[in-house]
């Protein structure tokens, strides 16, 4: 649901199959819509989104994320950034090496800024394609940048129409500049926080 995001198609019944198939599929993965008002607020000033006059609370569906979707997006960011490495360098990323990065919605107008900056930011740009399977379009494009000296990769990835994900390497004795508050993982103990 998430990666498939149409702003061409906001009809009810295509939200409501794509909730299925998740309910069938990944039901912990379904998200949770009986936010409060309070809530619902806070989330649409992180958002930088704003109600229509006389828009009530109870009109607008915001959800929260489950438990098991950022662990899956924590998964996907760990993966990606471990992919993107070997492929781009032909190396497999040395397990004292820690892995950093986020996700979001495209539709999150906060973080745009930090997507703008990793694409001026980063030169080369990725589109993979598979010709044993029927083509989908665009499913995923990345941006990355590596610096052989430092051995330090950064990408930032657009799976389908919806998610944006963004990781990069550190080294063992490096540290992130104060401004980048994400998570960091360790590469050899990767289920550790």
């Known amino acids: 649901m998430a990666l498939d995001f ?8 295509a939200f409501h199959k794509k909730i299925s198939g998740i309910s069938n599929n990944y039901p912990g993965a379904l998200p949770i819509f009986d ?15 704003q109600r229509l006059p006389g828009q009530s609370l109870s009109d607008i569906g915001v959800f929260t994320p489950p438990a098991e979707l950022l662990m899956a997006a924590r998964i996907v960011i760990r993966k990606m950034t471990c992919a993107i490495y070997f492929r781009e360098t032909g190396k497999i990323l040395p397990r004292e090496y820690r892995i950093t990065g986020s996700w979001q919605q495209m539709q999150d107008t906060q973080r745009a800024p930090l997507v703008r900056y990793f694409n001026e930011l980063l030169p080369e740009y990725r589109q993979p394609m598979r010709g044993n399977i029927r ?32 990781g990069m390497t550190i080294a063992p004795n490096a540290s992130l500049p104060s401004p980048l508050k994400m998570p960091v993982w360790q590469v050899g103990a990767p289920w550790a926080d």
Do not use: H, W
């Open 135 to 166: 083509n989908y379009g665009m499913r995923l494009c990345y941006k990355f940048g590596y610096l052989e000296s430092e051995n330090f990769l950064a990408f930032v990835a657009q799976i389908g129409d919806g998610i944006i994900v963004n």
């Open 6 to 13: 149409n702003p061409e198609n906001l009809e009810e019944s």
């Open 35 to 49: 936010c409060t008002a309070n809530q619902k607020r806070s989330a649409l000033k992180r958002m930088g989104m």
